[in-house]
């Protein structure tokens, strides 16, 4: 039997880039993630015996918040919830399940690399039928909603058996608890050459950072691709991960990296995030940026069996580098430029017009989900490495020779105070069209907007998505706030320099760099407007 619950609006759920995030006690505040998920079935149509998809992380508050959302979906008239076993479902094998599924769409429960615990981050995100994120006039609507809701709807019902394969009732709808990675794994075996990986003889060091690819690598690369027991490191994903952050990149994975910069160091190393679409990749004594990989994997896709024919296109957020521009040209592709959000992605490849995209804060994908995805990445890494019988070092080296190198690395300034990033972000833009023609620490400006895209399927338009400060051949900076953090503002600094084929392209990045974060500062005031004389992190 439905019963209905009153209530009244929280005013702070407005969805970010990848769905709403905040710290575990907001979320737990009477009606919170009742609100928000009430406000998700109320602005979407269709609900009437329809399936949705639910799964997240693992992470603390995932589990609670699963058997609400299924009380929640059975009163709004879901014919059926699929659940991945144990709570869990990484935020690509949960695009793949609700387009296999042919499901309205899925919540995926995650706050992606965010650190997890009691006292740390949940989030709730909503997908739409093609397994992607909501687009903006989906997160639009619902965030309206948000505001003016004064009931949600619920059945009373038992708790759900989580752990256990199988289907139940819940008031008139079905919840099926499956396999979390058996249909994921048999994606990617369709996709990529596993015999050939198989007789590689590779060795590898893959850290699941105690966070939702566990799982599903131990099952693919230790099961199905016969590497060692213990390749897969911190397999077992934990409400809290471990009291570690489960961000992929060399501060928070240092011990990957130190073992691939060892002596005897394996063939590749990778890791992967909180909730798995996020990817390191690392070769024995050669870190890959995420910018750099996203080329070398678009160059190279065609030796594995999914990508034989080609691409269709190759799409980048905007602060990614260009470096994948160049391969395109090099490939006669179109390539796109989009705002960050996995979500301007989906468009295009639901047109067709790309096959392989990426983002420089470690996510790269294709168009077998619509989600970036960690183990994909790392799984193609592998079949270009077996077809080559080459490291990764010297696949790198290659690429640099043919296309040039674009060095590459991204300040975070976490934590700052929003009125004082808001302020340093409305300064730069008021000063951007007296900018070109000048010269800054030695680097002349060519060129300085703040980004607007439009898209190329539908004309819908996207303002203010970042400064971007070009310089003369090709080097650039990029100013944005992020919208993944839960508290104060994270002001993003993006470095880029570019240096042609046939220099020296093996030389230090932050000496690469230095002349393009000198003229940052001297461009933004980033240590006047945030009292802060150094980045928290550097990627």
Known sequence: MTRTVATTPHTDQKPGTSGLRKKVTVFQQPNYAENFIQSVFDVIDGKQGATLVIG???RFLNRAVIQKAIRIAAANGFGRVVVGRGGILSTPAAS???????????????????PGGPTEDFGIKYNIANGGPAPEQ????????????DRWLTVDADDVDLDTLGEVRVGGMTVEVVDSVADYAALMEELFDFPAIRAAGLTMAFDAMSAVTGPYATEILENRLGFAKGTVRNGTPLEDFGGHHPDPNLVHAHELYE?????????????????????????????????????????????APG?????????RSMPTSAAADRVAEKLGLPIFETPTGWKF???LLDAGMATICGEESAGTGSDHVREKDGVWAVLLWLN???????????????????????????????????????????????????????????????????????????????????????????????FRLSGTGTSGATLRVYLERYEPAGEDLDRETDEMLADIVAAADAIAGIVRHTARTAPDVIT
């Not at 002596?263 to 995420?290: E, K, M, Q, W, Y």
């Open 384 to 478: 270009i490495l077996a077809a080559r019988g080459e490291s990764v070092d010297a696949i790198a080296r290659d690429h640099w020779a043919t296309y040039g190198r674009n060095y590459y690395a991204r300040h975070d300034y976490e934590g700052v105070e929003s009125d004082r990033a808001d302020a340093l972000m409305a300064e730069l833009r008021g000063k951007l069209a007296d900018l070109p023609g000048t010269t800054v620490a030695g680097l002349t400006i060519a060129e300085a907007d703040d980004f607007a895209y439009t898209d190329p399927t539908d004309g819908s338009v996207s303002r203010n998505q970042g400064v971007r400060i070009l310089f003369e051949g090709g080097s650039r900076v990029v």
């Open 259 to 303: 073992t691939m910069m060892a002596a005897d160091a394996p063939d590749f190393g990778a890791a992967s995030d909180g909730d798995g679409d996020r990817n390191l990749i690392i070769g024995r004594h050669r870190f890959v940026t995420p910018s750099d990989s996203l080329a070398m994997l678009a160059a190279n896709a065609h030796l």
């Open 345 to 347: 992605f989906g468009n």
């Open 138 to 149: 989906v997160t639009d609507a619902l965030y309206a909603r948000t505001k003016t809701i």
């Open 96 to 114: 793949h399940m609700i387009r296999i599924r042919k499901a309205l769409g899925g919540l995926v429960l995650s706050a992606s690399h965010n």
């Open 56 to 58: 997240g992380d693992g």
């Open 307 to 315: 990508y034989k024919e080609g691409l269709k296109g190759i799409a």
